[in-house]
């Protein structure tokens, strides 16, 4: 690993904890991604997260508030880290190969399917209060069904 990897992969421990902390797995590997999506039932919620400012003023305070006020508590809380765990992210973003990647972003599964996305032009620009409404909308209609 050079010198910027380490410096990264120091930069970006507060911001993987954030999720972490909160009940999120993070899934480092296309296998655990894989194994994750083969073992899964139910509703997962997938935080794809990043370094930049929209996924730490918006999107991970955004998806945090939501679990923390919705009755629709997903079955399963995952998280890739764009730009850091590329080959996870990838093989994660392959189970929705018909959505251009997009990071931040927050998919919603049911039962191993992409069931709703919320893609980082639904983030960026936007406040917590309007993205936590959106995703506590997703997450009872995704239960709901």
Same mark, same amino acid.
């Given at each position: +690993?050079?010198?910027? #990897?380490?410096? +990264?992969?120091?930069?970006?421990?507060? !911001?993987?904890?954030?999720?972490?902390? *909160?009940?999120?797995k993070?899934?480092?590997? &296309?296998?655990? @991604? *894989?194994?994750? +999506?083969?073992?899964?039932?139910?509703?997962?919620? %997938?935080?794809? *997260?990043? @370094?930049?400012?929209?996924?730490?003023?918006? &999107?991970? /305070?955004?998806?945090?508030e939501?679990?923390?006020?919705?009755? &629709?508590?997903?079955?399963? =809380?995952?998280?890739?880290?764009?730009?850091?765990?590329?080959?996870?992210?990838?093989? !994660?973003?392959?189970?929705?190969?018909?959505?251009? /990647?997009?990071? /931040?972003?927050?998919? %919603? =599964?049911?039962?191993g399917? =992409? &069931?709703?996305?919320? /893609?980082?032009?639904?983030?960026? #620009?936007? #406040?917590?209060?309007?993205?936590?409404?959106?995703?506590?909308?997703? =997450?009872?209609?995704?239960?709901?069904?």
């Amino acid at each position: +690993m050079n010198a910027y #990897d380490e410096y +990264m992969k120091g930069i970006v421990v507060p !911001m993987r904890q954030e999720l972490t902390t *909160n009940g999120f797995k993070e899934l480092t590997t &296309a296998e655990e @991604v *894989n194994e994750h +999506m083969v073992e899964a039932q139910g509703t997962s919620l %997938v935080v794809i *997260n990043s @370094v930049c400012g929209c996924a730490a003023g918006l &999107a991970r /305070p955004a998806v945090i508030e939501a679990l923390e006020t919705t009755a &629709a508590k997903p079955d399963h =809380l995952v998280t890739v880290f764009a730009g850091q765990d590329k080959e996870a992210t990838a093989q !994660m973003r392959s189970y929705f190969e018909d959505i251009p /990647p997009s990071s /931040p972003s927050i998919a %919603v =599964l049911k039962d191993g399917q =992409l &069931a709703y996305f919320i /893609p980082r032009e639904q983030i960026e #620009d936007h #406040d917590v209060e309007h993205i936590r409404d959106h995703l506590t909308q997703v =997450l009872e209609q995704v239960s709901a069904q």
